[in-house]
Each structure stands twice: as structure tokens, then as C-alpha cells.
């Protein structure tokens, strides 16, 4: 076996952890500079977010314990603002409107064609976390149904068809 | 003299204090405001909008809980728009409300059942989607999301008194639930179990998880022994469930009252209190003198009788167990002596028997489920009943506390002192085992007036005191000149004040007694709920009156804990006991990271 082959794998994994060392030494950092500001704890959260991409359970552990505040106080804020999210986030977020005039006009062929090839249901992310798929409500352009968002921009009557192309341009 | 100020209220000239608000000052002047969320000395938070009235001069309703008086306010507390807008406020709290009061425990004792009767509410005019739905089950505590009002007084409880933590507001708006983080369960964070917030929820969001099922049961079992034991602070908690004296002791009719029950034996956990003095003065005095002779020995030690202050020390500070004594709480060291000395006594297989302890506490539900309350393989305590849930009980039996006729707890494990009753309020244990302790060493008794150690008598959250042992008995020797510094907490706030002191080596104490619930058991989670700040007061001082009026004050007097000694134990901390009566700790962790993961999940 060559040298290369029995490296590879263990660097990866090496950089994986230490991705996570550098970004959990980042969040100690901040932790540090606001602890003892009262009032800052949302700063805190935001800045962790930015780092760590989202705040899940265990990163809370850490926040509560390095502000000296419950748990539970932590959890609160979270839920409390959307803007801060509990489960990764993906690159790209598509909205499909299920709205009645984008339904009748073939939402839900849409939906179970973007399900078919991003292989994930409504709420979930791809495996790398590039695609999420939501629902959502009418978004004001029925005159042109059916209608996705990805991010920022509306596509209009969009053919099922088509999705993969679309999809392709992120 | 405070500032006064003088209002009007209902037409009527009223003269309050600056600083008053205006529940407050209509309060004192016997005038009624309905409120909901507001809880004096506890909680104040303007969310229900229950209490509003109209101030003359201002464009909207006042929460009443919330405006301080000024000089010349003009108040209607009862005009039809303030009527009305708290009937409205009302009706839409019971339009998210299930509303399924005749199966519900709180019927009878809840305070929105009351408000909505007081209101005059006779009809659901409003239908509403209902919010979150949670039931969280866990040993001691049930929380039902469905029926919470979101007043937040839990909250109060658990971070401003009990400083926990573990309730909070999560998510927002609709879908607000009062609960623990991401959805956790109660039992799966740090929350001791105190049940404090049990005991300030207005309905039935929180309540004790359910013993009396189980021990209805276990009476109707003609194949079991039904054994009781009650705890001090029931005696002086209870009557007020039957609208007798608040604080007042009823240790007579409470005895006949679970006779009446059909319970086989009648036993005080006053007798294990007793015995725990024995064993933890013991167990002071060993300390005392390996530390005063060279040897090794942690000290401060700390008392161990109550099991949601020795869950939060295990979930906030892991490292320093070895300070707590080894003894377990007076009524786990009954069961345990239950099912084996009065087993014997009786010639019946531990098996057979079924104990169940009466007591003002949640925490000790939980506590009977320790794996470490287990002896020759039966638990050593099978229910613990809180004391609104024997009220139930004798409810249900169709019992008319009130006037029952007195009758005495049964042999061998009734007897008891009084410093076994003052277990029941903060400062108690500490005092019993001075009592003891102290004229073991000297051979005199306590020099303190009535036998009280007056610096740690009352509701102060940290008290401290020193007793010098002077004179001392020959076999006591290394104490002689020995100055013990004792504090005594109540409440887990001084309990994590006096604990970080401890972590740093700091303070200087030898003993210090701990109670989870501020004021003590008096006050603990599973007492009637307190309707103002006076019940406490008058309990301690029920309390003390029972531990006055007796002839038997020292626990090492009491003739049937020296017959248990002779007859079974043969000595303190003898092989027996740490058999019996002693325990060991869990590292805990304050995300329970010291447990094993299995459970985590
Ligand atoms: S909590 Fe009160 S109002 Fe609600 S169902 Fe129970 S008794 Fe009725
Ligand atoms: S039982 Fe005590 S610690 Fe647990 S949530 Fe209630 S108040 Fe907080
Ligand atoms: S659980 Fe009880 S005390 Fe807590 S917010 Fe809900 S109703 Fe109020
Ligand atoms: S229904 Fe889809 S945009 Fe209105
Ligand atoms: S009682 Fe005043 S706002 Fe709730």
C-alpha cells in the first residue's frame, strides 16, 4: 500500500475535528468578551450563529454555562427569534408556494418532483446541507402560478421539468 | 413613618403607603381585585390583565398588580367597564383552556376555576384553537402544557427564588410553552424536584405526579401490610385543607384520620428523625475528631434529609459530595427499618409489606426511585403522598377531619421527641443536634433559653452560630475548647451561596444544615398551597409549639430509638445502620453529563 492511500482518510477526519476545535475556540472567544455585559447574551447567540451556522443543543450547553445563565434561558431567546435556528441551515432554502391558485396550477408536482431529486421531504436538508425545501403560502404572484422562491428570487411558472436545470444554476 | 398617600377606592378615603400599589392598598382596606398571575412577595409581572381597574384621569384600564398609588388617584374597582374587561380576559384564557374541571385534580383548589365563578362566567362564548400540548411525566412533577395560563409564576419560583433555572418561557407567541430547554423533559435536566413551582401554579399545569392510585391499591390488598409514616411538617400543614387554624398542629386527628384509612400501622417519621440525630451526630463527632486529631476527615459536613437539595448539589456541584453526611433521610431510614427490625418483629416477609410516607414534599417521590434505596431487595419506601394528596384521600373516605377525635401515632416507631418535630422547619436539624450532640460531649444540656439555638431560629436565608464545648466528658477530650461554626440555609439560592463557599474552602464551618425549600419543609412542594406570606410563620410557629409542649426534647432520650439500638442497631454508624440507614451520592452534572448517556436519550 502506498504512503498516500493510508493518509487520506485520517487527514480528513483530522480536519473535520479540527474544524470544530477552531470554531468552538472562536465561540469560547466571544463567550469570553460578553459574559460579564449584561444584556449581551443576544450578541452572543448571533455571533455563534455566524460561526457555527446554527445552535444546536449542545452549543447552548456551552453558551449557558459560559454566561453563567440556565439553560433554559438560553433556549428561550432562541426559540423565541426566527432568525436563530436550532437545526443546520442550508446554502440554498426553496419555498414552494402551495398557495391555491400555484396548487391548482400544479404545486404539488412541483414539490414531488424537487422531492425526487434533492431525495428530502419539506423541512429537511440535503446530506450536503446545500438544499432545503419549505412550504409556504401564497407569495402575492398568483398571475403567474406556480411559483418557487429559492433564497431572494421568485421563479415564476415553473415546469417541473425544468427544476433540474433551475437547480443546477446554484 | 412611611409616607402616606391618600386615595380613593370605590368611593371610599383610604390612606396607604408610598410605595403601595393598587391590589395592595385595596387589599389591606378589605377591598377584593381579582388577579390571576400576581403572587405577593413572589410575582409581579402584569401579564394576565385580570386585575384591571379604572383610574380616573387615565384613557385605558390599570393592572392593578402592577401601578403604585399616588396622591389623589380616584379608583373603581368595580365599574362595568372594569367588569367587563376582566370577564372578557377571562373567557379568552378559558377559550385555550380544556376546560375538563370535573376530572381534573385542581378542581376545587384552582385558582381560575375560582376567578371565573367570582366573574360570574356561565357560558364558553369563545372557541379557540388550542396551543401546545405537552405531558411531561417524571417521579415526582407532571407538567400539562394544556392546562398552563402562562402566568409565569413558576418561572419567578424557579430563577428568582430557587435560582434553578429550569422553567422558562421557549418559543414565542401562540405556541409559548413555560418549560424546560428544546423540549427536554424535566426529568432529563437539572431540576431538584423542589417543587416549588408545584406549589405557586395557579391550575393543574403542574402538579405531583399521582400516588394515590397505587396506594388506594395497596389498602384494598388483603395480602399486604399497609405501613404510614408521617413526616414533622404534615402535622402543621394539613388542617388547613379542612379549614381548621392555619399552622396550627393537628397530630392527634391526623393519627386517627389514617387509622380511619384502613392503614395497618400508624408510624411518625419523628422516629427516624429521632434516629437520624443518633447517626448524624455520630457521624459529626467522627469527623470532628479525625479532623482535630491529625487525621482525615471532610468537613464542613453537611445534612442529607432533604432530597431535592441533594439533587441539586448532585447536579451543581459533583465534586463536593464527600461533604454531604451519608445518611438517608429520616423517612427512607423508617422504611428501610420497616421491612427489616419491625419485619422481624413481626415475622413477616419484607415483601408483604407496603410503606407509605406522608409527606410535604415532591422531591422525595423522586427519591424513592433511587437505586440506592434498595435493602435485601424490596425498595425501602413503595409511595410517597404529599399532603394535599392524604387530603384527597380523606376527602374521598368521606372523613370529616375536622372533628375527628385525637389519637396517638403506634409502637415501636411512633415515639418521638420534640427536636424530631422541628426537623420540619429550617434551623430545626441543627438545633436537635446540638441538642444531642452537645450534652453527649459535656454531660450538660444545651445552654441556650427553651433549648433553642436562637441565631438559627427563623426565616433569614443564611444563618450562622458558634457553640464552644468547654468541660468536656473524658472520652471527648479532643473537643475541649473546640469552637463549632454552624450555618444553616433553606432554599436552594443560600444552599448554592453557602456551597460555593465550600467549593473554595472558604467559610470556615464544620456543619451546616441544608433544606431545599426555603423555610423548609413548612414550606416544601408538597404542603397545602400557601395563600399569603403569614402561612409560613404560622406553621414554624406550630412547630415549635409541638416540639414545646412535649416532656421527651433530646432525640437521644427517646426510650424506643434506645431500644432499637440495644435490641437491633447495637450502635450508631454500627454495621447495621450503614447497612440500613446510610447511602451514597450521584455525581449528576448540571446537564447531567456526569450520567450515563443511556438515559440521555
Ligand atoms: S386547571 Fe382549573 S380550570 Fe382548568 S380544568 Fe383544572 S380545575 Fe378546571
Ligand atoms: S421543582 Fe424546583 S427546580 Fe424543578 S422546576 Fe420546579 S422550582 Fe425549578
Ligand atoms: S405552569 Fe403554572 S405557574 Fe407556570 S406559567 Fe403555567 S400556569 Fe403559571
Ligand atoms: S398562490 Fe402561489 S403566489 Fe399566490
Ligand atoms: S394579576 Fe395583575 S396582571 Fe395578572
Excluded at chain 2, 216 to 226: G, L, S, Y
Excluded at chain 2, 394 to 405: K, M, Q, S, T, V
Amino acid at each position: 500500500m502506498s504512503e498516500e492511500t493510508k493518509k487520506a482518510p485520517v487527514r480528513e477526519v483530522y480536519d473535520e475535528a479540527e474544524e470544530e476545535r477552531q470554531k468552538m475556540a472562536a465561540i469560547a472567544e466571544v463567550i469570553d468578551t460578553y459574559k460579564d455585559q449584561p444584556g449581551s447574551l443576544i450578541k452572543v447567540l448571533h455571533a455563534a450563529q455566524n460561526i457555527y451556522g446554527y445552535l444546536p443543543l449542545s452549543l447552548q450547553k456551552v453558551i449557558a454555562e459560559g454566561m453563567n445563565m440556565p439553560l433554559s434561558m438560553i433556549s428561550g431567546v432562541v426559540s423565541f427569534y426566527a432568525f436563530f435556528s436550532t437545526t443546520p441551515k442550508a446554502d440554498n432554502t426553496i419555498k414552494v408556494c402551495m398557495g391555491t391558485a400555484c396548487y391548482v396550477r400544479g404545486g404539488q408536482k412541483i414539490m414531488d418532483r424537487l422531492q425526487e431529486i434533492l431525495g428530502i421531504k419539506p423541512g429537511e436538508l440535503t446530506e450536503d446541507r446545500k438544499f432545503s425545501i419549505e412550504v409556504t403560502r401564497c407569495l402575492g404572484a398568483c398571475g403567474l402560478a406556480p411559483v418557487i422562491m429559492i433564497n431572494d428570487d421568485v421563479h415564476q411558472q415553473v415546469n417541473p421539468d425544468k427544476l433540474e436545470k433551475l437547480l443546477a444554476k446554484y | 413613618m412611611a409616607n402616606m398617600v391618600n386615595i380613593t377606592i370605590n368611593g371610599k378615603a383610604i390612606s396607604v403607603e408610598e410605595g403601595k400599589t393598587i391590589i395592595q392598598a385595596a387589599k389591606e382596606n378589605n377591598i377584593y381585585i381579582p388577579s390571576l398571575c400576581y403572587l405577593e412577595g413572589i410575582h409581579q409581572y402584569g401579564g394576565c390583565r385580570m386585575c384591571m381597574v379604572e383610574v380616573e384621569g387615565a384613557r385605558t384600564l390599570m393592572a392593578s398588580c402592577m401601578v403604585k398609588v399616588k396622591e389623589g388617584m380616584v379608583i373603581h374597582t368595580n365599574s362595568a367597564r372594569a367588569r367587563h374587561a376582566r370577564k372578557v380576559m377571562c373567557e379568552l384564557i378559558l377559550s385555550n383552556h380544556p376546560q375538563d374541571c370535573l376530572s381534573c385534580p385542581r378542581s376545587g383548589s384552582c385558582e381560575l376555576q375560582d376567578l371565573a365563578k367570582t366573574l360570574g362566567i356561565t357560558e364558553a362564548r369563545f372557541k379557540g384553537e388550542k396551543s401546545v400540548d405537552i405531558l411531561d411525566i417524571t417521579p415526582a412533577i407532571t407538567r400539562d402544557t394544556s392546562k398552563c395560563v402562562l402566568c409565569r409564576r413558576c418561572v419567578s419560583v424557579c430563577n428568582m427564588i430557587q435560582h434553578v433555572g429550569v422553567l422558562n418561557p421557549q418559543n414565542r407567541g401562540f405556541k409559548t410553552v413555560i418549560g424546560p430547554a428544546m423540549d427536554l423533559s424535566m426529568k432529563d435536566v437539572d431540576c431538584s424536584y423542589c417543587g416549588q413551582c408545584v406549589t405557586v401554579c395557579p391550575v393543574n399545569a403542574l402538579q405531583e405526579t399521582d400516588a394515590i392510585q397505587p396506594v388506594w391499591k395497596a389498602i384494598n390488598d388483603p395480602n399486604k401490610r399497609v405501613v404510614v409514616q408521617v413526616a414533622p411538617a404534615v402535622r402543621v400543614g394539613i388542617g388547613q385543607e379542612f379549614g381548621l387554624p392555619v399552622g396550627k398542629a393537628t397530630t392527634g386527628k391526623l393519627a386517627t384520620a389514617l387509622k380511619e384509612l384502613l392503614f395497618d400501622d400508624i408510624f411518625d417519621t419523628n422516629f427516624a428523625a429521632d434516629l437520624t440525630i443518633m447517626e448524624e451526630g455520630t457521624e459529626f463527632l467522627t469527623r470532628a475528631k479525625a479532623a482535630l486529631t491529625g487525621g482525615n476527615a471532610v468537613l464542613p459536613m453537611i445534612t442529607s434529609c432533604s432530597p431535592g437539595w441533594i439533587k441539586f448539589v448532585e447536579h451543581t456541584f459533583p465534586e463536593e459530595l464527600d461533604h454531604l453526611s451519608t445518611c438517608k433521610s429520616p423517612h427512607m431510614m423508617e422504611g428501610a427499618l420497616i421491612k427489616s427490625y419491625y419485619a422481624e418483629k413481626l415475622g413477616i416477609d419484607p415483601k408483604d409489606i407496603f410503606v407509605v410516607s406522608v409527606m410535604p414534599c415532591t422531591a422525595k417521590k423522586f427519591e424513592i426511585t433511587r437505586p440506592e434505596m434498595v435493602n435485601n431487595g424490596v425498595p425501602n419506601v413503595d409511595a410517597v403522598l404529599t399532603v394535599r394528596e392524604l387530603a384527597r384521600m380523606i376527602r374521598e373516605a368521606g372523613i370529616d377531619f375536622a372533628n375527628l377525635p385525637e389519637s396517638d401515632f403506634d409502637a415501636p416507631m411512633g415515639l418521638s421527641s420534640g427536636a424530631a418535630d422541628i426537623f420540619g422547619v429550617t434551623g430545626g436539624v441543627m438545633e436537635a443536634a446540638l441538642r444531642t450532640v452537645y450534652e453527649l460531649v459535656t454531660g450538660r444540656e444545651l445552654p441556650f433559653d427553651k433549648l433553642h439555638v436562637a441565631p438559627i431560629v427563623g426565616l433569614e436565608q443564611i444563618k450562622v452560630a458558634e457553640l464552644t464545648f468547654e468541660n468536656v466528658l473524658p472520652a471527648y477530650k479532643f473537643l475541649e475548647g473546640f469552637t463549632a461554626k454552624v450555618a444553616v440555609t433553606s432554599g436552594l439560592e443560600g444552599a448554592r451561596k453557602l456551597m460555593e463557599q465550600v467549593a473554595k474552602g472558604e467559610g470556615g464551618y464544620h456543619f451546616i444544615e441544608v433544606m431545599g425549600c426555603p423555610g423548609g419543609c413548612i414550606a416544601g412542594g408538597g404542603q397545602p398551597r400557601m395563600t399569603d406570606k403569614k402561612v409560613k410563620e404560622l406553621r414554624m410557629a406550630g412547630i415549635y409549639e409541638e416540639d414545646e409542649g412535649k416532656k421527651l426534647r433530646k432525640s437521644h432520650e427517646n426510650k424506643d430509638i434506645q431500644a432499637l439500638y440495644s435490641q437491633y442497631l447495637l450502635e450508631p454508624l454500627g454495621h447495621k445502620s450503614h447497612e440500613l440507614l446510610h447511602t451514597t451520592y450521584t455525581k449528576r452534572g448540571e446537564f447531567n453529563e456526569y450520567l450515563h448517556t443511556e438515559q440521555a436519550e
